[in-house]
């Protein structure tokens, strides 16, 4: 689908977002451990599915990675970021979801989705003209960066601007660029960029800035641009981010809404939980399921980072619950 260096499983730091997650992009050996320790009760079976649904995070073990504009310091004029704002103020994540799959599953390309989103959402309804100019957007190498910049760009051509959609790659090519203005504006994430410019300037041990609790993330997120030139426009109701998801079946069979449901309904022998090899050790991922909701699985099956592996253990019946990202386009159907 596509590849994300930001699925942030641990403390993001300075990392790449080839996709969106600190080093966990790697294929692991796709085999099932041991069963782990205190998995006593009898569990919930893994339950074979077309469809997947996230369980909601009730407890707020994730962070806030909701999707906004990061723009140079030198062209964030009130026109520009009130055009950028409308877009966020139009997403969702399920909005998010469908556009997603209208380019990985339905193979539309990202400007004609952004445009399809606008002829329904009008987003670019009462934009007022700025003082036009070149604007370079700069995109990350995976489907929905090219999307929000496509989206982000038809707001800025609507404001008046000449602009450019430029792909990019990861983080730590685009974020240099975007502070000495060679692009200008990027598709970004509150939590994973608070924590990955804290990094940057305050060191990789650095404690995290991100939080369950946006205010407090964009706190630091906006603390920290204004050290390195960028300013952030308004977050969008849209987050990818870390989930964990069954089958739509295996939710409906045991009853399960939330995390908290399938802690206190399938925590047991007889769960498989899928993720990426580093899951287990991970304060967002086993380890924090652990924490926060006294979930513990049976056992654990190493497969990949939110990818198709995951997805197709989860559809084939070979785990019970898999980590996943909230904006995935394959759970447009679940």
Do not use: H, W
């Not at 300037?201 to 603390?223: R, V, W």
């Not at 056992?299 to 197709?312: E, H």
């Amino acid at each position: 689908m596509r590849a994300r260096a930001r699925l942030a499983i641990g403390i993001v730091g300075l990392v790449a977002v080839g996709g969106f997650a600190a080093g966990c992009g790697e294929k692991g050996s796709s085999g099932t451990e041991a069963p782990a320790a205190g998995a006593t009760g009898a569990g919930c079976a893994p339950l074979a599915g077309d469809t997947l649904r996230v369980l909601e995070d009730d407890k707020s073990l994730q962070n806030t990675d909701n999707v906004l504009p990061a723009v140079n310091a030198k062209v964030a004029s009130p026109e520009l970021m009130g055009a950028l704002n409308k877009v966020s103020a139009s997403l969702d994540t399920a909005k998010l979801i469908q556009l997603n799959k209208a380019v990985d599953v339905d193979r539309k390309t990202a400007p004609v989705a952004a445009n399809e989103f606008n002829d329904v959402n009008q987003f670019t309804t009462g934009i007022t003209k700025g003082a036009g100019g070149d604007i370079t957007i700069g995109a990350a190498d995976f489907t929905e960066s090219e999307i929000l910049a496509e989206l982000y760009k038809i707001a800025l051509t609507s404001a008046g601007y000449t602009v450019k959609v430029q792909k990019i790659g990861n983080r730590e090519l685009y974020e240099p660029a975007l502070e000495k203005g060679q692009i200008q504006v990027v598709p970004e994430y509150a939590a994973t960029m608070a924590d990955f410019l804290n990094g940057k300037l305050n060191g990789k041990d650095a404690d995290p800035i991100s939080s369950p609790d946006l205010g407090q993330t964009m706190t630091g997120l906006k603390a920290a641009g204004q050290r390195v030139n960028i300013e952030f426009g308004e977050p969008s109701q849209a987050q990818d981010q870390n989930a964990f998801a069954v089958t739509t079946a295996f939710a409906d069979k045991y009853g399960l809404k939330t995390l908290s449901d399938l802690a206190r309904k399938c925590s047991g022998q007889a769960t498989v939980l899928g993720g990426p090899a580093e899951c287990p050790q991970r304060p967002k991922c086993q380890k924090g399921l652990v924490e926060t909701y006294d979930f513990k699985a049976g056992s654990f099956s190493s497969l990949d980072a939110g990818g198709p592996q995951t997805k197709n253990a989860l559809k084939t019946g070979t785990i019970s619950v898999g980590l996943v990202l909230s904006s995935d386009g394959a759970l447009a159907a679940g």
